[in-house]
């Protein structure tokens, strides 16, 4: 797996990145250019279209996530408004099918973790990346991420961390900020009350949901095109699958596009819950077995692709808050090609 190191400003940050991992940034661009076409007929240059719908908000308010994925599009040979198509992907998407995950946040007293399997088709697994992010008057940055885009699952050297649950529901705001800007923009906060305020506030541009967790608690923010909604833990827990836990303004709908949803919140809870009772300490080596259940395989947290489906779990992360690491496990957590530890801060 390629690991990249980025420091300076926005635009050397993104230059950097683009530069170092210009192949696979090329090969996220075809990826979404021929999932965007297969799915829905949609053409990268109507997808191209929709993005730039964005620019408005993002050069008034995130002009710095803006100047860097310039500094992407510059280093990698691509145009910016390809860059920004990726970076908006989940929005340009919206009715199509989006990348599954089971998360969940577990605390109590003395230690606290984060954990998610990420899982998506097989096609883009050769295109993560291991970003390392320096940059100036914000918090450093470790997270796995696509070639390409600048936010996605990860930890920082505040100690705050962040996983996505993809919700496929109708609706996008061109005046909010879109997910995978909002999970970089949690990546740049010192606390996770900063960043729940900061998303609060700006709103998010379609439905998910982002989990943020630090060493105080962990608070979920289920997300559509119209309101931000609170989920607090319970018991010391929260967790989240692919569809919403509370109803939304407007009365928005998702469209289930993982039956296996339901069951896999279902299974999280059963499994966090028996660990508690069974006195087991709260520790990153008893989240990793956690994400490695199969049940309802090969639908399961534990995600394989099969015949009619070519999702799988590409990468498994648990984030420790009071150490401020993350092990990651590369493919399936119980048949992962390479595991590593990231520590963001401690260059």
């Given at each position: 797996m390629l690991h990249i190191r980025c420091s300076g400003t926005p635009y050397e940050i993104g230059y950097h990145?683009?530069?170092?991992?210009?192949?696979?940034?090329?090969?996220?661009?075809?990826?979404?250019?021929?999932y965007f076409l297969s799915k829905s007929r949609m053409d990268w240059d109507?997808?191209?279209?929709?993005?730039?719908?964005?620019?408005?908000?993002?050069?008034?308010?995130?002009?710095?996530?803006?100047?860097?994925?310039?500094?992407?599009?510059?280093?990698?040979?691509?145009?910016?408004?390809d860059i920004l198509a990726i970076n908006v992907r989940t929005e340009i998407s919206m009715g199509l099918m989006a990348d599954g995950c089971t998360a969940?946040?577990?605390?109590?007293?003395?230690n606290s973790i984060a954990a998610q399997n990420w899982d998506w088709e097989r096609a883009q697994r050769d295109n993560l990346i291991a970003l390392d992010i320096q940059q100036n008057n914000r918090p450093e940055i470790s997270q796995i991420t696509e070639a390409g885009i600048i936010g996605k699952i990860g930890l920082n050297?505040?100690?705050?961390?962040?996983?996505?649950?993809?919700?496929?529901?109708?609706?996008?705001?061109?005046?909010?900020?879109?997910?995978?800007?909002?999970?970089?923009?949690?990546?740049?906060?010192?606390s996770r009350k900063?960043?729940?305020?900061?998303?609060?506030?700006?709103?998010?541009?379609?439905?998910c949901h982002l989990l943020?967790?630090?060493?105080?608690?962990?608070?979920?923010?289920?997300?559509?095109?119209?309101d931000v909604l609170h989920l607090e833990t319970k018991d010391g827990k929260l967790t989240h699958a692919n569809h919403f836990y509370v109803p939304h303004a407007n009365?928005?709908?998702?469209?289930?596009?993982?039956?296996?949803?339901?069951?896999?919140?279902?299974?999280?809870?059963?499994?966090?819950e028996a660990a508690t009772k069974g006195g087991q300490p709260i520790t990153v080596s008893v989240a990793e077995r956690i994400l490695e259940d199969k049940g309802n395989y090969p639908a399961a947290i534990n995600r394989a692709s099969?015949?009619?489906s070519a999702v799988e779990t590409l990468f498994s992360i648990v984030m420790d808050h009071a150490s401020r690491t993350a092990s990651v496990r590369m493919g399936r957590p119980t048949e992962a090609f390479e595991s590593f530890i990231m520590r963001p801060g401690t260059s």
């Amino acid at each position: 797996m390629l690991h990249i190191r980025c420091s300076g400003t926005p635009y050397e940050i993104g230059y950097h990145h683009g530069t170092i991992a210009r192949e696979l940034v090329a090969g996220s661009l075809q990826f979404y250019r021929q999932y965007f076409l297969s799915k829905s007929r949609m053409d990268w240059d109507t997808a191209k279209s929709h993005a730039v719908k964005f620019l408005p908000v993002l050069e008034k308010d995130w002009n710095h996530y803006v100047e860097e994925m310039r500094g992407i599009a510059d280093g990698s040979g691509h145009t910016f408004e390809d860059i920004l198509a990726i970076n908006v992907r989940t929005e340009i998407s919206m009715g199509l099918m989006a990348d599954g995950c089971t998360a969940f946040y577990w605390h109590d007293r003395d230690n606290s973790i984060a954990a998610q399997n990420w899982d998506w088709e097989r096609a883009q697994r050769d295109n993560l990346i291991a970003l390392d992010i320096q940059q100036n008057n914000r918090p450093e940055i470790s997270q796995i991420t696509e070639a390409g885009i600048i936010g996605k699952i990860g930890l920082n050297s505040a100690g705050v961390s962040v996983t996505l649950n993809a919700i496929r529901a109708r609706g996008v705001d061109f005046n909010r900020l879109p997910t995978h800007l909002a999970l970089r923009a949690i990546m740049d906060s010192t606390s996770r009350k900063e960043a729940v305020d900061t998303l609060t506030k700006s709103g998010l541009a379609a439905s998910c949901h982002l989990l943020i967790g630090d060493s105080t608690g962990g608070t979920g923010l289920e997300c559509s095109s119209g309101d931000v909604l609170h989920l607090e833990t319970k018991d010391g827990k929260l967790t989240h699958a692919n569809h919403f836990y509370v109803p939304h303004a407007n009365n928005i709908k998702e469209a289930v596009f993982l039956p296996d949803s339901p069951y896999r919140a279902r299974r999280i809870d059963e499994l966090l819950e028996a660990a508690t009772k069974g006195g087991q300490p709260i520790t990153v080596s008893v989240a990793e077995r956690i994400l490695e259940d199969k049940g309802n395989y090969p639908a399961a947290i534990n995600r394989a692709s099969s015949e009619t489906s070519a999702v799988e779990t590409l990468f498994s992360i648990v984030m420790d808050h009071a150490s401020r690491t993350a092990s990651v496990r590369m493919g399936r957590p119980t048949e992962a090609f390479e595991s590593f530890i990231m520590r963001p801060g401690t260059s």
